[in-house]
């Protein structure tokens, strides 16, 4: 599978972006998905995951309340809406892809990346 993210983009704190993340091939439904997130200097750190069937989802407790992921798997696509931005929330999102719901939220595993997209919010 490869993937594509896109939607990122300048906004003020307290406002609203929803990225996607476009994914190739016919067997996107056999992977759990996975948006992460790295702010300028820090690590990469996970942001929310949902499972291949949408039944499951976690966040961390950064974005909780927030943030929701949501899977189209007709449209090969996963996305991410996140309200109430905050100034801390700056950082190049990236999604992933892991046939293993477990291993999709670590940073660690090999799953497959998409490339980043920026989200700058403004104070």
């Known amino acids: 599978v490869q993937l594509q993210a896109s939607g990122g983009g300048l906004v003020q704190a307290g406002g609203s972006l929803r990225l996607s993340c476009a994914a190739s091939?016919?067997?996107?439904?056999?992977?759990?998905m996975g948006w992460f997130r790295q702010a300028p200097g820090k690590d990469r750190e996970f942001a929310a995951a949902?499972?291949?069937?949408?039944?499951?989802?976690d966040y961390a407790d950064s974005v909780k309340g927030r943030f929701t992921i949501s899977r189209d798997n007709a449209k090969n696509t996963v996305y991410l809406q996140m309200n109430s931005l905050k100034s801390e929330d700056t950082a190049v999102y990236y999604c992933a892809a892991n046939p293993i719901y477990a291993a999709v939220i670590k940073t660690e595993s090999r799953s497959v990346w998409g490339q980043g997209t920026q989200v700058t919010v403004s104070s």
């Open positions: 949902i499972s291949r069937s949408g039944t499951q989802t």
């Open positions: 091939g016919r067997t996107f439904s056999t992977y759990a």
